[in-house]
């Protein structure tokens, strides 16, 4: 069997072990956070959030690890512009999403300092390891923040909270099974689809960085697509836009952490001209949507993310491969 055609299987593979494994993770380790005293609100900050992001910090260790560090940066920035314009594009044509404008208080201005932060970093075309780890110092500010946020907002009578999923009933030691598995079988797949994609990359006779930025970052974000779609499509609004903004906030702070903190490494001019510009014009779309829909909010009116807004994030993503290749 040509080695095209095993690495291709093994892709596949890695992306299913990835989604599977991710979720077992995330259940074993949000009932272990109940068993042990946290709030629902802080599972999910925490806990779900980088369980969702698991996949690609998994890929990204591996890549780096394996001296493929542009594959895990390719997966980091691929990953949110898959996010914004795949993910919330379509979720956006399946179901109009209200807009919730408070998101502009915290969660977009991080967002937007963490994109700045990236842009500031490779600017240069290097990512140190300097930069890798005050990217992660970074990550752990970014969260405190938010969880002093979701405090203040539960305790705040005038503010209405955001339905969050409670954690699968599982017993204590039936919970350390589960994320025990979860994070066994998560560093599994994670190697699997390193070595499927630089194999692949490889016999196409492309570079890495594109492997990361196309099909492994696409593959990765499949659990958001997934998550933002049935979230909307049962009205949960909240939970499908603040998915993708938790996502690309801990990809940009902690995913690209991962290579530059492992694995220091040059990057190419195209990397910030193409790549890392796309990546800053779909943040920007967004939050601009947002920001209008706080005008509007403002003037009586009901802010909605249509569908327009949707076609025009699938339309720029498809602009954007039509770029890379």
Do not use: C
């Not at 919730?100 to 075309?125: G, H, K």
């Not at 066994?184 to 499927?196: G, K, N």
Request: aromatic share 8%; net charge neutral; proline share 5%.
């Amino acid at each position: 069997m040509p080695i095209s055609v095993i690495a291709i299987i093994t892709l596949i593979i890695g992306f299913i072990g990835l989604v599977w494994s991710a979720n077992i993770f995330v259940n074993g380790s949000a009932s272990l956070a109940k068993h042990l005293g946290m709030t629902p609100v802080l599972i999910g900050l925490t806990v779900v959030a980088f369980g969702t992001s698991a996949p690609e910090m998994f890929v990204s260790a591996g890549a780096a690890l394996e001296g493929v560090p542009n594959l895990a940066i390719g997966n980091a920035i691929g990953s949110n512009i898959a996010n914004i314009g795949l993910v919330l594009g379509i979720t956006a044509l399946i179901a109009a999403i209200p807009v919730n404008t408070r998101l502009m208080r915290i969660e977009i201005p991080l967002l937007l300092l963490a994109s700045f932060l990236a842009v500031f970093f490779l600017w240069d075309l290097y990512l140190s390891a300097l930069e890798g780890f005050s990217l992660l110092a970074a990550a752990l500010f970014a969260t405190l923040i938010l969880i002093w946020d979701a405090r203040r907002a539960k305790s705040d009578p005038t503010v209405s909270s955001t339905e969050v999923t409670e954690p699968p009933p599982l017993k204590r030691l039936q919970a350390i099974v589960y994320l025990t598995i979860g994070l066994i079988t998560l560093l599994v797949f994670a190697d699997l689809l390193v070595w499927s994609a630089t194999s692949l990359a490889e016999h196409l006779g492309v570079s890495p960085m594109i492997i990361g930025l196309t099909v492994v970052a696409v593959g990765t974000s499949l659990p958001e697509l997934a998550a933002s779609v049935a979230s909307a499509l049962k009205g949960h609004h909240d939970i499908a836009i603040g998915n993708i903004i938790g996502s690309n906030l801990l990809n940009i702070l902690a995913v690209m952490a991962i290579p530059g903190i492992f694995s220091p490494s040059e990057l190419t001019p195209t990397t910030v001209n193409r790549d890392l510009f796309m990546m800053v014009l779909l943040t920007l779309m967004l939050v601009a949507v947002i920001a209008f829909g706080a005008i509007q909010q403002k003037t009586g009116k009901a802010p909605f993310m249509g569908r327009p807004f949707g076609l025009l994030l699938l339309l720029t993503y498809v602009l954007y491969y039509m770029m890379i290749f």
